[in-house]
């Protein structure tokens, strides 16, 4: 069983929509990351928190907007998608930044943009 | 910075058959070595690891993996594969220094196990 929990599993929005995908972890980890994956592809990297704040943003379109309430908790706000920004979002933890690299993932929210 | 690659994208195999998938990297220092798998619809798993001491890493489901400085090569094995082995399977590194500890993986090797 995953420690991380996603929220959507799944997902359908239009591209006028705001929507909101949801992680929670208790592992005291604090770290967390969020990925963006396609079909039969490697994860790529969108943003990461570290002890709350911002750290990486790896020149995400706005469209995308981050938020870590408290070290247990991490959002991503959708609005005004495309349609190819249909994937699967992963978000991830790990005990903090440097922890040797090895990140604990969530089974991920699937989206669909029509 | 560093890369890896995975030359198989795809491997099939017969049940209880072994199987090797394999993982090259580059990096210009030292590295941390990663094999995730991820199941149909779901998340990425960590199968195991290399962050230091023997070469020979053994992680969870059977399968083992060998860490090979002068090769840059970190391949994963199992001597005999199950159905439920079927996955996709991500090799990743992750730098001990220089600022960018975020893992860089691999494209992935689909494993399909026959019956």
């Known amino acids: 069983d995953t420690e991380v929990t996603q929220t959507p599993k799944h997902l359908v929005m239009g591209m006028t929509n705001k929507k909101s995908l949801k992680c929670e972890q208790h592992m005291g980890h604090r770290a967390m990351y969020w990925y963006k994956q396609k079909a039969k592809k490697p994860p790529e990297l969108m943003f990461v928190y570290s002890y709350e704040k911002l750290s990486i943003n790896e020149s995400v379109p706005s469209r995308f907007s981050p938020e870590c309430p408290n070290s247990s908790l991490l959002n991503l706000h959708l609005h005004a998608l495309q349609p190819e920004d249909s994937a699967l979002y992963l978000c991830?933890?790990?005990?903090?930044?440097?922890?040797?690299?090895?990140?604990?993932f969530g089974e991920g929210s699937r989206l669909t943009v029509l | 910075a560093q890369s890896v690659t995975q030359l198989d994208s795809q491997v099939p195999v017969f049940e209880e058959a072994p199987v090797e998938l394999r993982c090259n990297y580059s990096s210009s220092v030292s590295v941390y070595l990663f094999w995730y798998v991820q199941y149909p619809n779901q998340g990425l798993q960590l199968l195991l690891k290399?962050?230091?001491?023997?070469?020979l890493v053994k992680g969870i489901n059977g399968f083992e993996a060998e860490f090979n400085k002068s090769q840059t090569s970190f391949h994963l094995r199992k001597p005999s594969v199950h159905i439920s082995d079927t996955a996709e399977y991500f090799c990743a590194v992750s730098p001990l220094s220089g600022g960018s500890y975020i893992p860089t993986f691999g494209r992935g090797t689909s494993l399909i196990v026959h019956p």
């Open positions: 290399y962050l230091s001491g023997s070469t």
């Open positions: 991830a933890s790990s005990q903090e930044r440097g922890s040797a690299g090895e990140l604990f």
